[in-house]
T-cell receptor
């Protein structure tokens, strides 16, 4: 079964510190993509970062990096130098079976709160 | 202007009413999706469409129907709304030109069924 698991319902981090949000996945498809989305309280879904299953290096986008450990089937999001505006829900998602729709499977999300 | 728009943004309706949620995109993408989000459950796929003639059910399609009127328009209908369809609904699009399949989301429609 294809599944995304986020085991941290809520996380707190001090402003300017780094934080890691956990994500593990399960798929038998050798070709897949892993995504992280941010959902602020206003509700919109904001794309943060992508990692392909064949990518050799971990993806980075500004303060966001994805710690991809293929053997462990984990794709943790690392946010460096947290800011108050980082307070939001964060969703890990996996895209599989591209030719059959490429639909995204989402985890349940982690609510991040950044403390001043 | 937003690339993916949804109307209405908020809707309150009564049990048994027919409701249509509309999605339009200016990104020129072939693939369009409808998701619903419930608290604590993340997003779940209702329907997706490869193009105007290709519509597929997602994991929670019961109680919903869709129409792909044009490449840019994908509508979701609740034929007879029930309270447990109260949720946040998202439309998304993606491009078939690559393998990344990043999905671009609309702003969401918050639906309340009384």
């Amino acid at each position: 079964a294809q599944k995304i698991t986020q085991t941290q319902p809520g996380m707190f981090v001090q402003e300017k510190e780094a934080v890691t949000l956990d994500c593990t996945y399960d798929t038998s498809d050798p070709s897949y993509g892993l995504f992280w989305y941010k959902q602020p309280s206003s509700g919109e879904m904001i794309f943060l970062i992508y990692q392909g299953s064949y990518d050799q290096q971990n993806a980075t986008e500004g303060r966001y990096s994805l710690n991809f450990q293929k053997a462990r089937k984990s794709a943790n999001l690392v946010i460096s130098a947290s800011q108050l505006g980082d307070s939001a829900m964060y969703f890990c998602a996996m895209s599989v079976n591209y030719n059959q729709g490429g639909k995204l499977i989402f985890g349940q999300g982690t609510e991040l709160s950044v403390k001043p | 202007d937003a690339d993916v728009t949804q109307t209405p943004r908020n809707r309150i309706t009564k049990t048994g009413k027919r409701i249509m949620l509309e999605c339009s995109q200016t990104k020129g993408h072939d693939r369009m999706y409808w998701y619903r989000q419930d608290p604590g459950l993340g997003l779940r796929l209702i329907y997706y469409s490869f193009d105007v003639k290709d519509i597929n059910k997602g994991e929670i399609s019961d109680g919903y129907s869709v129409s792909r009127q044009a490449q840019a328009k994908f509508s979701l209908s609740l034929e007879s709304a029930i309270p447990n369809q109260t949720a946040l609904y998202f439309c998304a699009t993606s491009d078939t030109s690559g393998l990344v399949n990043e999905q671009f989301f609309g702003p969401g429609t918050r639906l309340t069924v009384l």
